[in-house]
C-alpha cells in the first residue's frame, strides 16, 4: 500500500495508472462502517484510494476538533489488510491555505437538520469533498447512508456541478446490539451507550408503526419521542428522497432521520424506507 499526503504526488501517480479508480473518503478512527465502504469499492473498481482527513472547516468552533478520536497506526493496518492500493494522508495544510475559494451548502437542504444544530458544517463537508474529489478523480466514490444528508448533499453537488464521478450510497453497518457504528461511539460511558440503543429503538418502532399501515408523519413522530425520552433529541425528521418535508410516508421514497445528544455525543441514525 502506497501512503501518500502531497496532493500533486496524488493526482500525478494516479494519472499514470490508468486504472478505474473507487475512492473512500474518512476522518479515520477507522470501523466496520468503513470497511463496508472499502469492500464494496474493492468489489467495484480496479484500484482503491481511501483518504483519512479530519477536515477542520466542517467543525464548528465550540465542537470537538481536537477531540476527534485519532489512531493514524491502527488506520494504516486497517487499509493494508482491507487491500486498500492507496492511502491518501494530507495535513491541513497540504489542503487548505490562507485565504479560501469554497463551496456554499445551498440555503434550504443545507441548513435543516444536521446543518441547522450545525451552521455552516455542510459547506466545510462540500468544500473539502470538492478538492479530496478533483486530487483523485475517482469513477466512483463511496459514501454511507449512515450520513444521509452529507450523502444527499455531495450527490446534488456532484449533479449540480456537472461532477465526473458516481456517487456510490452504502448501507448503514450496526452493532450487534443495533447502534449504528460511529467514530464517535468510544466517547459513550457504558450507560450512555444503554441510553444510546433508544435511537435505533426509536427507528424500529417507526417501521413497526409503518408496518401497521400508520402512515400519519406526525403520528409516528410522537411515536418516536416518546421512545426516545428523555434523551435530548436535537430532531426527528421523515422526509422524501429529496430532503423534502411530507405529510404521510411514501414507501420507495421516505427517510426517517433522528439526530440526539447522549451526554455530550450528538449521534445520528436513520432509516431508508
Ligand atoms: P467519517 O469518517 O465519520 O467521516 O465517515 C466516513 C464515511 O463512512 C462516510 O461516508 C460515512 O457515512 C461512512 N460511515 C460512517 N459510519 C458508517 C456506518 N455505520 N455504516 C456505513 N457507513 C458509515
Known amino acids: 500500500m502506497k501512503i501518500i499526503s502531497d496532493p500533486f504526488e496524488l493526482k500525478k501517480y494516479l494519472q499514470k495508472i490508468h486504472k478505474s479508480v473507487g475512492f473512500v473518503p474518512t476522518m479515520g478512527a477507522l470501523h466496520e462502517g468503513h470497511i463496508e465502504l472499502i469492500k464494496n469499492a474493492k468489489k467495484e473498481n480496479e484500484i482503491v484510494v481511501v483518504s483519512i482527513f479530519v477536515n477542520p472547516t466542517q467543525f464548528l468552533a465550540d465542537e470537538d476538533l481536537d477531540k476527534y478520536p485519532r489512531k493514524d497506526e491502527a488506520d494504516k493496518k486497517i487499509c493494508q489488510l482491507c487491500g486498500v492500493d492507496v492511502l491518501f494522508f494530507p495535513k491541513a495544510d497540504d489542503i487548505y491555505s490562507y485565504d479560501e475559494v469554497k463551496v456554499c451548502a445551498p440555503d434550504v437542504r443545507g441548513y435543516i437538520l444536521e446543518g441547522a444544530t450545525r451552521p455552516g458544517h455542510f459547506s466545510g463537508v462540500l468544500t473539502v469533498v470538492m478538492k479530496l474529489l478533483n486530487i483523485v478523480s475517482a469513477d466512483k466514490a463511496y459514501f454511507g447512508k449512515?450520513?444521509?444528508?452529507?450523502?444527499?448533499?455531495?450527490?446534488?453537488?456532484?449533479?449540480?456541478?456537472?461532477?465526473?464521478?458516481?456517487?456510490?450510497?452504502?448501507?448503514?453497518?450496526?452493532?450487534?446490539?443495533?447502534?449504528?457504528?460511529?467514530?464517535?461511539?468510544?466517547?459513550?460511558?457504558?450507560?450512555?451507550?444503554?441510553?444510546?440503543?433508544?435511537?435505533?429503538?426509536?427507528?424500529?418502532?417507526?417501521?413497526?408503526?409503518?408496518?401497521?399501515?400508520?402512515?400519519?408523519?406526525?403520528?409516528?413522530?410522537?411515536?418516536?419521542?416518546e421512545v426516545l425520552a428523555p434523551l435530548s433529541i436535537e430532531y426527528i425528521e421523515i422526509l422524501n428522497r429529496n430532503f423534502e418535508m411530507i405529510e404521510e410516508i411514501e414507501l420507495g421514497n421516505t427517510i426517517i432521520l433522528v439526530e440526539a445528544l447522549v451526554g455530550k455525543t450528538r449521534l445520528l441514525d436513520n432509516i431508508w424506507l
Open 146 to 225: 449512515k450520513d444521509a444528508q452529507q450523502l444527499h448533499l455531495i450527490s446534488l453537488m456532484v449533479k449540480q456541478f456537472f461532477m465526473n464521478v458516481s456517487i456510490v450510497p452504502v448501507d448503514i453497518v450496526r452493532d450487534s446490539d443495533g447502534l449504528a457504528l460511529s467514530s464517535r461511539n468510544v466517547y459513550l460511558s457504558e450507560k450512555e451507550r444503554q441510553e444510546a440503543l433508544k435511537i435505533p429503538k426509536s427507528l424500529y418502532t417507526a417501521s413497526q408503526l409503518i408496518g401497521k399501515n400508520i402512515l400519519k408523519t406526525q403520528e409516528i413522530k410522537k411515536a418516536m419521542f
